[in-house]
């Protein structure tokens, strides 16, 4: 725990944070505005709850094409509970956080039982989720959402905080005390990182797989509900463009893919990181469909750091023999 | 845990683990195909049953244009399963391939040849990044092809701005409507020609069977002398060409080519991609190919999605059917496996 | 004897067509090291694995401290005091080393709050007990081999193991470390724990060792007995029911043959440094060195597979550069059996006839690039059949062929490609005593054929039956030659004398 402390995981994708926001504010001083920070905040907050969802399921090794699924179904949920039904809104809220957590539940006994792997899986699954969202929705949005919600979506608490900002903060603290410091998310961490190691020392490794993917799926679904606050309406198309997303922020965050590291600092950094690069290429006119070039391109670097962060990891172990 | 895994020197000399002797006929009976062609002739009994406009010329024909481009595209994704990867990128590349012929024939107004091969190299050349990437990074090739549909797909909507090509050559367009014999599309015909040259690849060809070594188990492969890094150079650049031809034939069908034909960042593609090969009976670890269980499964998947849609089930549920026939798809194969082994019928 | 901690009565274990296990004894005292020995295959690991819950017997009882004890998972062994420490590594490589002496602990209460500073304060008196020198909050993944063993001894013995199995705990040792270790053991030892001790190094079974089981075939060869009195002879003879039998092959006269690889000067990247031999046509020449002494690397840098940084190779006196594994094999003609059986020498899923055509491929097909198969066919047939491949037909599955038929294919696919120079690399791991003699017939006519072999062992037997003349390796440097005049005890004194007078003079 004591290690020095440029060489946690998060500090790099923390420095580079900073970094970004020091420069281009000094560039463009209206990135610095209260306005823009509200913007900014809002993307980081929905975002993150995407990324923590794929985050937790790279935490065991494995991989959760349908992510995005997940979240668009538990959006069309929340907002056709309400309009269809006329369900309160928190009601229709845990309903469609269930719907999630039950998303997920099925993704990992699929995984977890019939030792098929998570890609295939999950990509049956991504197929099946959405598939239910466009027979319920027929492609056509959920309009009607009560002002509560919007007024959520969009309102600040203090400055230019928004009240989205408080079910992030809390998913990252509740994850990291989960993964960092009870048992129970230490086994996920190891799972991923030794299965069979883990399963030696008694930890049920279906039940872990299962436990993951559940939690995936809530993240997800929380995620979802979130983004139909913030867009006012329940579009059938929320979730279709979280895939690369939902694997850049851990990526740049230090996960390794293979399982058994992940960091919710360093997800959150690279969140921000992904958020910031898309306002700048607004903020400076430049095309916006480069927003897809540029998150392609941070997912190769960073793999590629990780990769020679790792490879200099075993050389310097290797040299020094302790 | 490792239940069952006793040394192999305790197993004695003498008794090699075999079981029945099979006829060549009986094995094709337990082959993942035979149960396809089944599956096939079952459903098309059940369509033709519900509605005898299932098995009408305008509907065949409509079934063997779909079919031609699922299979194309199931094709570009098992070249690659073989190495024992996958190549998220296909739908970007194919893509791509399609929008650089619409522009070579609008924009630079070359010839239909000309703009074919020039897409054709392109989609060779996006593949053989993802390739060479994968190989020189020695990452994962999820992670490699995950970037990258971004990044090409990113570009090529960069440099389109989004916008279509309609400009297509006569002879393109006149290819996607020609019918022979009143029914059949040439495009299936020509999908047909590809899977029997993958075939003959796999099957006969010195690099075919390179490459499924490499795929199978490839420090083996490499101490056998085989260059296992350009096999999976090769592999994927195959998967863009074949990616592309998956592209052309979707232009020449709908006489443009248009960036969103694939969906977002071409992810459209990707059930469909997998489901060929995985129903197939293509090995997701690589080393294993089916070509001919590829073409049966995207001719089944096809067929059921446009059997589902004449049924009225509600175009919009066909997603979850598909996905649940991935899964099924899956689960019966194990199902299969787990019997062939305990019978030891492998 | 004392009354003893445990005691396993006719426990027999049957996989499906084999016996695994023929009522088998075992009686483990506490405050003993108990040597388990066999041949592979014999039911060492069957046995353990029966111990610690991961097969259930299907007959027999085993008791702990006079109790019956018949664990039904790992976690039932581990609760009753049975511990082991395996060959293979079973920590979380991300995890700290105190977090992994204790993940069984923490596992089994999900959710109440890791407490660290207590963890890493039991932590450490683990470590300070075992004289590792590290922190209880390194991360395993930062540790070397030896340290990571140790820590694998600490969970075990966290958990109150009373009885704890070693799984060839040396294999991977450097000799001091292995003192380090035999150091700890005797302690433990001392203070009343039962270990079992499973090696195939029966030096090291006489220095630390009291008490033996032998198991040969599924059978007690031996049961409990004590070591005093029993010398190496003794031991061999029990594993093998024979003496040790060094078949007195005539010496082959290799004086006036050509030089078929002259290697000077060779330094890799792997750390080979100074590397001069030579191998005659025809010649076997042994490669002797423990494991991780940088044997396999240097084959693999012969090959192609790794990467010479300086120095000469010469074959057939011309300089060649190799650059490729299929340089090597198609330019030279040099072909490696892999000491790995299962992960580089065979493709498990692909028949036999792709399995030894794999290097035929090239060579065979047309100007289309195409092959067929009735060449493929016509280039392996003769060659399984001289090795005699007993396979149903040339299309099994590898995978499915039995230890002995496997090993054979591994070599037919060099011999299909007509190699001149062989390197074949511990090629009797893992079979039986028959298979290993053919294994050694096969070589010596190999050699009388005019292929020139490189063999790398580590069995000492091997090396003096097969090998003409000896090279010794030890940490990437050669440190001798001897001429092998097959007279066991002379040449073994030797080639040990070339390791350890190094480690002395090393250690000045």
Sequence with gaps: MKRELWNQDWFGPFAVTVLAIVIVGALKPSFLSPFNIQILLLAISVNALVAFSQMVIIAIGQMNLSVGAIGGLAAISFAGMMEVWGLPWPVAAVLSLGIGLLAGLTNGLLCAYTGISAFVITLATLSVFKGFNLGITEAQPFYDVPEMVKWLGNATVLGPIPWLVLPFAVSAVALWYLLFRLPLGRSVLAVGGN??????????????????????????????????????????????????????????????????RVSVGGTCCGVAIVAIITQVLVLFNIDPFLVQVVLGGLILWAVGVNRIREVRGQRKAAAAGI | MSGIEIDSAAVPEAAPKQGRQLGPLQRFMLSNEFGLIVLIVVFAVVFWTVSPMFLSKFSLYALGRTSAVNIMIGFSMMVVIVTGGLNLAVGAIGVCAAMACGWLMQAAGMNWVFATLGGLAVGGLLGAVNGVVIVRSGLHSFVITLATMSIMFGMMIFLTQAESYREISPVFTGFGRMKLWGVVPPMLLMTIVVGVLLWVLFTFGSLGRQILAAGANPAAAELSGINVGNMVIWCHALSGMLAGIAGFMLVSRTGAAIPSMAGQLGQDWLLPAFLAPVLGGTLLTGGRVSVLGTLLGGFLVTMLTGGLLLMQVGAFWIQTYLGLLLLLAVLLDLARRSYLARNKLV | MKAPVFEAGNVTKVFPGVLALDEVNLKLASGSIHALLGENGAGKSTLIKIMTGVHRPDGGVMKIDGQPFSPHTTRDAISSGVGVVYQERNLIPQFSIAENIFLERLSAKPLQRIDYPALYADAQKWLDLLEIDARPETQVDKLNVARMQLVEI????????????????????????????????????????????????????????????????????????????????????????????????????????????????????????????????????????????????????????????????????EIAKIGSVADALHQYGIGYVSEDRKGEGLILIHSVLENAGITVWKRLKNAFGLLSDRAVVNSVDPVLKKLEVRTPSSRQIVGNLSGGNQQKVSVAKWLAANVKILIVDEPTVGVDIKTKAYVHELIRELADSGTSILLITSDMPEMVTVADRILVMDEFELRGEIVNDRNYDLVSERIMHHIHGSNEEAAE
Aim: negative net charge; charged residues 20%.
């Design chain 1, 195 to 260: 299965t069979h190691a883990a399963e030696l020392s008694g930890i049920s490794v279906p039940r872990i797989v299962v436990f993951a993917h559940s939690v995936s799926g809530l993240l997800a679904a929380m995620a979802g509900i979130m983004l139909v606050a913030r867009l006012q309406l329940g579009q059938p198309s929320i979730g279709d463009d979280w895939l690369i997303l939902s694997f850049a922020a851990p990526i740049i965050g230090g996960a390794v893919l293979t399982g058994g």
């Design chain 3, 154 to 317: 600490a969970k075990a013995l966290s958990l109150n193991t009373r009885i704890l199995l070693l799984d060839e705990p040396t294999a991977s040792l450097t000799q001091h470390e292995t003192e380090t270790l035999f150091g700890i053991l005797n302690r433990l030892r001392e203070n009343g724990a039962s270990l079992v001790f499973v090696s195939h190094k029966l030096e090291e079974v006489q220095e630390i060792c009291d008490r033996v089981t032998v198991l040969r075939d599924g059978r007690n060869a031996c049961e409990s007995r004590a070591l005093h009195g029993l010398d190496r002879q003794d031991i061999v003879r029990l594993m093998i029911g024979r003496s040790e039998q060094i078949p007195q092959w005539n010496q082959r006269d290799i004086s006036g043959d050509k030089v078929a690889l002259d290697i000077r000067n060779v330094a890799t990247q792997d750390g080979h440094r100074d590397i001069n031999f030579q191998l005659g046509k025809g010649e076997v020449l042994g490669l002797y060195g423990l494991v991780g002494s940088g044997r396999t690397e240097l084959a693999k840098a012969l090959i192609g597979a790794g990467n010479v940084t300086s120095g000469e190779i010469r074959i057939d006196g």
